[in-house]
Each structure stands twice: as structure tokens, then as C-alpha cells.
């Protein structure tokens, strides 16, 4: 079958295909603060929830301008436990998506909070804020993506799979985000790294295994 024909198809079909958008870096390192030590190593698991996260920063394009997202994630479960979106990149954004993962109870004591060295990440504001919550900073070196590949990992399945390469307002975007997160994400979509199970059952399941310990 030959190209012509597979267009012609999918346009009678109203088919769209979805293709990766060049990857644009939000990266900007802050060469004034003092570089937080790599505690993770690439080994992007964990033996207990709240142990290891990691977090990291994507833009979303909308009619109005850009929607910034900020995750937090578990390495044990695979959950999202943290988010935050803004229209600007300034500290808050990443302090709000902490601080709703330390609300949620989704943070060990001395938990490791992995991320890229972005100047968000690097600030004054966030670290005050991560020893404030007892979570240790951890940091890749910069422009390495491998360093934090559990986080950039996530982003390149949600802008795969949420279905859209743009939305009319910022306040679509965060009604899609939002539900594709807590809904589809954290409760339904299986992961092979935690053993086929939604990041929601494996935390779940590691609870259950507490309480027959008990």
C-alpha cells in the first residue's frame, strides 16, 4: 500500500496522526548556586514509596501561550504524587508541585527529591523548602536527560497519549492534564516496571503487605 493511499484513507476516515514535537530544553542552570550531589545514580527504583522522587518541568502548547507543568513522581510506584501548572516557570511552580506531594503524605523522612539542575530546582526558595519538608536534593548534571530519564520518560508518554497537539485555552489544557493524570495515569494505565500494575495498586498492594507485616 502505498503513501498516497494510506493519506487518503485516514483523511475520508478523519485520522489524525499524533508525531513527537521536537524536544525544546527548559534547562536553565543556575551557575551561581552550589550543586546539589546525584544521589539516585540512574537507579530510578525504590524499595518503599515516599523514598525516591523525582521531578521535572514540560511546556504545553495552548492558543494563549505556553502551560507550564511541574510533576512530582514516586520510583516506587510510578505515581504522580505531585503536580503543579502555571503560565510562567518561576520557583513556585516547582515548590507548589512539592508541597502538594508532602500534603498528600506521599513524602518519607529523608526522602531524596531528584531533578535536573534548573535554576527553579537550584534556587535558594526550593532548597529552603526542601529541608523544611526533611527531603535531601539530588541533581543530574546538566543537559544530560539520561541523568533524570524517569521524569523525562513521563513526559513522552503524556504528550503521546493524552491525544492532542494543542489546545484552545490554558484552562483546557489543565482540565485534560488534570483528569489524564489522576484518572488514566495513576489508576488505570499498567506500567511493566512495577510489574504490570497501575501506579494506584502498587501502592495499594505495598500498604496491604504493611498492614499483614503488622
Known amino acids: 500500500m502505498n503513501r498516497k493511499r494510506v493519506a487518503r484513507v485516514m483523511r475520508e476516515r478523519q485520522i489524525a496522526g499524533i508525531t513527537r514535537r521536537k524536544s525544546r530544553s527548559l534547562t536553565k542552570a543556575d551557575r551561581t548556586a552550589p550543586p546539589a550531589p546525584d544521589l539516585v545514580q540512574r537507579d530510578f ?34 505515581e504522580v504524587v505531585g503536580w503543579s501548572m502555571a503560565d510562567h516557570m518561576r520557583t513556585q511552580l516547582v515548590d507548589d508541585a512539592i508541597r502538594m506531594a508532602h500534603a498528600g503524605g506521599h513524602t518519607a523522612g529523608n526522602a531524596i527529591f531528584h531533578t535536573d539542575r534548573g535554576s527553579q530546582y537550584t534556587s535558594r526558595q526550593f532548597r529552603e523548602k526542601l529541608a523544611e519538608l526533611d527531603i535531601r536534593q539530588s541533581t543530574g548534571r546538566t543537559g544530560s536527560c539520561f541523568d533524570n530519564a524517569a521524569a523525562e520518560s ?32 495513576n489508576r ?3 506500567h511493566s516496571t512495577i510489574g504490570y500494575l497501575t501506579p494506584h495498586q502498587a501502592r495499594t498492594r505495598y500498604r496491604q503487605r504493611l498492614h499483614l507485616a503488622a
Do not use: N
Not at 514540560?58 to 501561550?65: I, K, Q, V
Not at 497519549?161 to 489524564?180: K, L, M, N
Open 45 to 78: 527504583t525504590a524499595p518503599m514509596p515516599g523514598l525516591k522522587l523525582v521531578g521535572d518541568i514540560t511546556c504545553l502548547p495552548t492558543a494563549e501561550g505556553w502551560l507550564h507543568l511541574a510533576t512530582v513522581i514516586d520510583l516506587c510506584t510510578r
Open 154 to 185: 513521563f513526559f513522552a508518554v503524556l504528550k503521546s497519549e493524552i491525544g492532542t497537539t494543542a489546545w484552545p485555552t490554558r484552562s483546557q489544557a489543565r482540565q485534560d492534564v488534570f483528569g489524564w493524570i489522576a484518572q488514566y495515569y
Open 188 to 190: 488505570e494505565r499498567i
